[in-house]
T-cell receptor
Framework: GDSVTQMEGPVTLSEEAFLTINCTYT??????LFWYVQYPGEGLQLLLK?????DKGSNKGFEATYRKETTSFHLEKGSVQVSDSAVYFC????????????FGGGTRVLVKP | DTAVSQTPKYLVTQMGNDKSIKCEQN?????MYWYKQDSKKFLKIMFS???????INETVPNRFSPKSPDKAHLNLHINSLELGDSAVYFC??????????????FGPGTRLTVT
């Protein structure tokens, strides 16, 4: 079946540090890839997405590139802020599978001032 | 305006009770979903409806029964609640686009605690 694996947290960083969260996937079809963010006490918000190989999704200083050859979609941000503290979820969906989102386990990121 | 709303936000109840969670979206979407997030933050699809028709049912116990009275609403009814049902339940919606990306929008979640 389809699955998403992402690095376990928590990841603790200082402000202005570089953030990378690794994400790899296995899929029976050709997936679309997503990063969602969940701030404390809130629901999920779509952070960025990519629908085909070599697409780069970007938003709020975050970037991720769809790498079909390595089945990866790593999230990066060059300079994190305290407000980036949240849980980040990598996910995939396949239209033929009813568009359901298959999530990774989530990575908690804590940015300290 | 809230795009995807859920009620209640918190629900505390005893084992064996029956409860419902409501979801409404005002985005004009034709597809709605229920996801469950457990205590370790793991998220998993439960159900999906497209135009009031069930299209995904992911091996969820039949104590859980979704109901979609119209395209804008997808309610979740749970019978005989168990301790293991304690979780945060998220509703989401999307619009099916031919050849496009069905981006899902999530509600704020309902935290269910079964005692």
């Amino acid at each position: 079946g389809d699955s998403v694996t992402q690095m376990e947290g928590p990841v603790t960083l200082s402000e202005e540090a570089f953030l990378t969260i690794n994400c790899t996937y296995t899929a029976t079809g050709y997936p679309s890839l997503f990063w969602y963010v969940q701030y404390p006490g809130e629901g999920l918000q779509l952070l960025l997405k990519a629908t085909k190989a070599d697409d780069k999704g970007s938003n709020k200083g975050f970037e991720a590139t769809y790498r079909k050859e390595t089945t990866s979609f790593h999230l990066e941000k060059g300079s994190v802020q305290v407000s980036d503290s949240a849980v980040y979820f990598c996910a995939l969906s396949i239209k033929a599978a009813g568009n359901k989102l298959t999530f990774g386990g989530g990575t908690r990121v804590l940015v300290k001032p | 305006d809230t795009a995807v709303s859920q009620t209640p936000k918190y629900l505390v109840t005893q084992m064996g009770n029956d409860k419902s969670i409501k979801c409404e979206q005002n985005l004009g979407h034709d597809t709605m979903y229920w996801y469950k997030q457990d205590s370790k933050k793991f998220l998993k699809i439960m159900f999906s409806y497209n135009n009031k028709e069930l299209i995904i049912n992911e091996t969820v116990p039949n104590r859980f029964s979704p109901k979609s009275p119209d395209k804008a609403h997808l309610n979740l009814h749970i019978n005989s609640l168990e301790l293991g049902d304690s979780a945060v339940y998220f509703c989401a919606s999307s619009q099916r686009e031919r050849g496009g990306l069905d981006e899902q929008y999530f509600g704020p979640g309902t935290r269910l605690t079964v005692t």
